[in-house]
């Protein structure tokens, strides 16, 4: 896979903030994405040794619009910890 590919988008929430102060990024990541694939990519796109990847499947949550119910993507979270003294830039100029 290519590293396009494998990260969709960073997770920016407010936990996955208050990670950042420990070196741990949150990305959406392929569903068929591994482990090894997922450190590579972020190696090669952020210039990072990454100590462990965490991956976790998140169902998507059942809504209802009135009487009809529908349900949201299923998709696929990794949580990366990166090597001491290394961070990664989410946010431009902040």
């Known amino acids: 896979?290519?590293?396009?590919?494998?990260?969709?988008?960073?997770?920016?929430?407010?936990?996955?903030?208050?990670?950042?102060?420990?070196?741990?990024?949150?990305?959406?990541?392929?569903?068929?994405?591994?482990?090894?694939?997922?450190?590579?990519?972020?190696?090669?796109a952020f210039d990072v040794n990454v100590l462990s990847v965490n991956t976790m499947h998140v169902k998507g949550k059942i809504k209802r619009f009135g009487p009809r119910q529908s349900q949201k993507r299923s998709w696929k979270k990794a949580i990366v910890t990166l090597g001491h003294g290394e961070s990664i830039t989410i946010f431009e100029g902040v």
């Open 1 to 44: 896979m290519v590293t396009q590919d494998i990260l969709r988008k960073p997770i920016v929430t407010e936990k996955s903030t208050l990670l950042q102060d420990r070196r741990t990024y949150v990305f959406e990541v392929s569903p068929l994405a591994t482990k090894p694939e997922i450190k590579e990519a972020i190696e090669l």
